[in-house]
């Protein structure tokens, strides 16, 4: 386990490409990852570009997986790394991004002080675009969604998701479009499966093509495929799968307490 976990971080960074192999990581295993980092000194064998570009794809990815005080540690890291003739506007952007997600305050602070310091002298081809987008979010004393543009699908995810947390389940059903779940990810798939139950669907989960190729799968994303479905839960109820989802993949909690608030008339049957 130990050395299959380091080749593959070793993988990922000197790949320099994609995260997804370690897409299932818990938060123990992002601790071992860092310790690894540290007792090989592994960044030590890499080109200041190299680090650069890594920690900014781990980053990333770790914002995407919902880790996200991890991702800014990691866009720190890329920051300080980043080479003398690199434009800094795209990779602070991102962590703007990240910074707006966790605290729209402490976001709107390190945009009047750090971004748009760094604006005036930025190079970016995608300057304008950048600008005009931040720009746009930071004049509206009350956020409301914008789905279109530089970052329209990354607030889109997540306008959904805080309306689930909030109980606003019509508002974010009306968001996403049923023909282009085929291609998405499971999370994505299971949201609007889940919204869909609480509307009064039951049947035809975008999930269940999913469920039928991993039928014996323990993971939460399945069991609550299962839940909509109405079939036996791999845990022993939806309390210990709430558990569950908070200790192993707490970015998918909001999926399971949404679970609850399906009608009581469609609710699996023992």
Request: charged share 30%.
């Amino acid at each position: 386990m130990f050395r299959s976990k380091f080749i593959l971080f070793i993988y990922c960074l000197l790949s320099l490409g994609s995260f997804q192999q370690v897409r299932g990581m818990s938060k123990p295993d992002i601790e071992e990852l860092e310790q690894l980092i540290e007792k090989h000194q592994l960044a030590l064998s890499l080109t200041r570009a190299q680090k650069y570009r890594a920690y900014a794809v781990l980053a990333r990815e770790l914002e995407l997986y919902g880790y996200l005080e991890e991702s800014l540690s990691y866009y720190g890291r890329s920051l300080k790394n980043i080479p003398r003739d690199q434009d800094s506007l795209e990779i602070l952007s991102s962590m703007l991004s990240v910074l707006y997600r966790k605290d729209r305050e402490e976001a709107l602070k390190f945009y009047q002080q750090k971004f748009k310091k760094a604006a005036t002298s930025s190079t970016s081809p995608v300057k304008s675009k950048i600008l005009d987008f931040w720009k746009k979010v930071f004049s509206k004393k009350v956020f409301k969604p914008s789905h279109v543009g530089f970052y329209g699908q990354f607030f889109k995810d997540q306008d959904v998701k805080t309306l689930m947390q909030q109980k606003k389940y019509s508002v974010a059903l009306s968001f996403l479009d049923p023909k282009a779940l085929k291609s998405a990810d499971i999370n994505h798939r299971l949201e609007y499966d889940v919204l869909s139950k609480i509307a009064g669907k039951k049947s035809g989960f975008f999930c269940l093509s999913t469920l039928k190729k991993y039928p014996n799968s323990p993971s939460v994303t399945m069991d609550i495929c299962r839940y909509l479905k109405g079939i036996q839960l791999k845990v022993e109820s939806l309390e210990t799968l709430k558990k569950k989802a908070a200790a192993q993949l707490p970015h998918l909690s909001y999926l399971v307490d949404a679970l609850f608030d399906i009608p009581v008339e469609q609710e699996k049957k023992p």
